[in-house]
C-alpha cells in the first residue's frame, strides 16, 4: 500500500520560515516527479512546486517563487518543500503528490497519482 505522509505544518507569523517533509512508503518514487498543492478555505487546491525524477528541474508557482524550495530525497524516498518568508495567503493544507508515471516537475495535478492526506500551514498577521 502506498502512502505519503506529510509533516512539519504548524502555525506561524509573517515572516517565519517552515519546512514540509512528504515520506512515502509502499513503493519508490525515485523515477517519478514529486510536488506539493494547497488548499486554502473556501478555494480550490492549487499547485505550489514539483521537483523532477532527479531533482534537477523545479517548478514554482508564481505566488512561492523566490520564497519557497522544494528538494528531494530519493535515498530516502523524501521530498521536502523549505517555506521562507511566509505570508497570511500561505495559509492553507498542503498536500504531498507523486506520479507514477511521469518524470519531468509538472503543476498538473491529473500527473499525480498518489496524494498525503495533508498538513496544515497557518500563518498569522
Known amino acids: 500500500q502506498v502512502q505519503l505522509v506529510e509533516s512539519g505544518g504548524e502555525l506561524v507569523q509573517a515572516g517565519a520560515s517552515l519546512r514540509l517533509s512528504c515520506a512515502a512508503s509502499g513503493r519508490t518514487f525515485s523515477g517519478n516527479a514529486m510536488g506539493w498543492f494547497r488548499q486554502a478555505p473556501g478555494k480550490e487546491r492549487e499547485f505550489v512546486a514539483a521537483?523532477?525524477?532527479?531533482?534537477?528541474?523545479?517548478y514554482y508557482a508564481d505566488s512561492v517563487k523566490g520564497r519557497f524550495t522544494i528538494t528531494r530525497d530519493s535515498a530516502k524516498n523524501t521530498v521536502y518543500l523549505q517555506m521562507n518568508s511566509l505570508k497570511p495567503e500561505d495559509t492553507a493544507v498542503y498536500y504531498c503528490a507523486a506520479s507514477s508515471l511521469f518524470g519531468l516537475a509538472s503543476a498538473r495535478a491529473q500527473e499525480y497519482d498518489y496524494w498525503g492526506q495533508g498538513t496544515q500551514v497557518t500563518v498569522s498577521s
Open positions: 521537483v523532477s525524477w532527479n531533482g534537477a528541474s523545479t
